[in-house]
């Protein structure tokens, strides 16, 4: 099959690149970001999905299917430019698929979009409608791609398109917004709560990217590996230290002594838990997570230690 | 009445759950063994010595498998709930854990949140519920709400409107419903009045007053009473009148528990007093 990655110079979209590869797809993929010395067999194009250039590719090469994992987080992208890469870069991806015959598009979205609430459900399903949107603003932009994606599912009913929120990805590189939190040795927590946080190592995640592709799966799905931890425990099995500050306190030190930058919204999900239901997507798939919570954190603590970790603190 | 086994440590009962804890001493729901055995040393304090719950029928709940407890609220604040999580701790073998259905406002707060979380008690969600019981687990659920705990002392012992929701869910599940009778937390919590202002206030519905102002329990015998299961057919989408029709058999039930047992409890009064 002729795969299309849009953003395939991100740390998992690489390792998915290189495994289609191996099990026999062709391989091309889109970034503005560079991939220096991509392997032979893999196509980087240096270009922006909003612009011509990137039509042109989806003329010329014709891909069959596009994993669509260009999108941004408020951690990466500041601003407007974030709405604009997420929005209108979701919707030019789309538009070139309906208009080149791509037959199965994959969009690669985050289980952050249920949002965190004191009374919303532990477990999410597929089912619920967005609660990010009024309590995370800097996840709006991310759920208006999620549910834009979704009405694929009606508006092309000729392209089989899967909606996936992925939980967190912890992994070797360090890379993501759960990394990022757990970078420095001492990591923040609001004081009185310890939500439970849902992670997947990075090859399981390209495992499930790889059968969501190969078994044409249709809908939407959350897709979730070994059951939820309390962040306590994630940050004292990766080998860091938990500082719990009281709420005020908080939000002053976030960015400061040596603690993480945090979203305004991120102080929501510090307090309450975003873990979801990934029932439809193991019935779809069969998929099974190799890496339990254990081997997960015990990886994450081996491949970047407090000490060689970027801002040890 | 059973024996309350006192050979075996809490920590050990905390240890034979049949709940899926990992390596980390952590269930799928959050539901911690480090919190649970914290949290049971205090509630077995309270529970043997400074209540000394008198508890019968543990035998009527299943020792596997899906249950729903359901009982009458009894004292202004969460005694009867910690109560009756101790009871199928202490008296039940192997031990249980109930979970509660508990009010919304509950996750709102810092430690509140994270200790119920911890001990498996979350918010009153049909979607909970319906997880819980096809998971197998034992739920604790008090129909009459917030307004049952909103009782004053003369009132102690009637029952307050239910609602349907426990019987649907009953029947969409197919479990059990095990009724029981919560005695004393009415006299061990005497509300005299309710402060509704200084609960809006504080972000709850409303605070229990005492004669002493707080609503700190006094050390009064509590006893509770499991009765024989109930067990109703039907698929949940029944007509309303149907569904009551169900809900008052429980709520008889429990009428029943409570009224035979407050007898039992005067007679037994009586003996100790007499000559």
Redesign the interface.
Same mark, same amino acid.
């Given at each position: 099959m002729r795969v299309l990655i849009a953003g395939i110079s991100g740390g998992i979209a690489r390792r998915l690149a290189l495994k289609l590869r191996d099990s026999g797809h062709e391989v091309a993929g889109i970034d503005i970001r560079p991939w220096r010395d991509a392997p032979k067999g893999i196509e980087v194009h240096p270009v922006d999905i909003r612009k011509r250039a990137a039509e042109d590719l989806f003329r010329r090469w014709k891909p069959e299917a596009v994993i669509h994992m260009a999108t941004v987080t408020a951690f990466t992208v500041q601003g407007h430019e974030r709405g604009r890469i997420n929005l209108d870069g979701t919707k030019a991806l789309f538009d070139h698929c309906a208009a080149h015959g791509v037959k199965q598009v994959l969009f690669v979205g985050r289980h952050t979009f249920y949002g965190a609430a #004191? %009374?919303s459900? @532990? &477990?999410h $399903?597929e089912d619920e409608p967005p609660r990010a949107l009024e309590a995370i603003p800097e996840l709006a932009d991310l759920v208006a791609a999620d549910l834009y994606a979704a009405t694929a599912l009606w508006r092309m009913p000729d392209v089989t398109t899967a909606v996936l929120r992925l939980v967190y990805t912890l992994g070797t590189p360090g890379t993501g917004t759960l990394a990022n939190l757990l970078r420095g040795k001492r990591v923040p927590m !609001? @004081?009185? &709560? %310890?939500p @439970?946080f849902h992670v997947l190592q990075e090859e399981d995640v390209v495992t499930a990217l790889q059968l969501a592709l190969e078994k044409q799966v249709r809908g939407i799905f959350n897709v979730a590996g *070994?059951? *939820? !931890? #309390?962040l306590s !425990?994630i940050i004292k099995?990766t080998g860091r230290t938990p500082v719990p500050l009281p $709420?005020p306190l908080f939000s002053v030190l976030m960015g400061r002594a040596g603690f993480p930058r945090l979203s305004v919204g991120a102080t929501d999900h510090l307090? &309450?838990?975003i873990v979801v239901d990934n029932k439809r997507f193991l019935e779809a798939t069969g998929f099974q997570a190799t890496y %339990?919570?254990?081997r997960i954190l015990r990886a994450y603590a081996d491949a970047l230690p407090v000490d060689r970790a970027g801002n040890g603190g | 009445m059973r024996p309350v086994p006192q050979s075996e440590s809490l920590s050990e009962r905390v240890e034979r759950l049949e709940l899926p804890f990992n390596e980390y001493g952590v269930d799928p729901y959050g539901i911690s063994k480090k919190h649970l055995k914290l949290a049971l040393e205090f509630f077995a304090f309270l529970y043997r010595n400074y209540f000394r719950v008198r508890c019968t029928g543990v035998q009527h709940i299943p020792k596997k498998g899906r249950g729903m407890l359901v009982g009458n609220h009894s004292g202004g604040v969460a005694v009867d709930g910690m109560m009756v999580l101790t009871s199928t701790m202490l008296e039940m073998d192997p031990p249980r854990l109930a979970q509660g259905m508990v009010e919304r406002f509950i996750h709102k707060f810092p430690v509140a949140s994270l200790w119920a979380s911890r001990t498996g008690q979350f918010t009153g969600l049909p979607e909970h519920a319906v997880r819980l019981l096809e998971d197998d687990r034992l739920l604790m659920i008090f129909p009459e709400g917030a307004r049952g705990t909103a009782k004053l002392y003369p009132d102690r012992y009637s029952l307050v409107d239910f609602g349907t929701g426990f019987i649907r869910l009953a029947l969409q599940t197919r479990s059990p419903i095990i009724p029981f009778a919560f005695l004393g937390g009415g006299a061990a919590i005497p509300t005299v009045t309710n402060a509704y202002a200084l609960g809006k206030l504080l972000g709850v519905p409303y605070v229990p007053l005492t004669p002493y102002l707080l609503p700190l329990p006094l050390p009064i015998g509590l006893e509770i009473h499991y009765g024989e299961p109930l067990v109703f057919e039907g698929t949940g989408d029944e007509e309303d009148h149907v569904i009551q029709g169900y809900v008052d058999q429980v709520k008889a039930s429990i009428q029943r528990l409570i009224e035979d047992n407050r007898a039992e409890r005067n007679l037994r009064r009586a003996r100790r007093l007499l000559p």
């Open positions: #004191p %009374d459900p @532990l &477990y $399903s !609001v @004081l009185g &709560y %310890d @439970l *070994p059951a *939820p !931890v #309390p !425990v099995g $709420s307090r &309450y838990p %339990d919570e254990g | -």
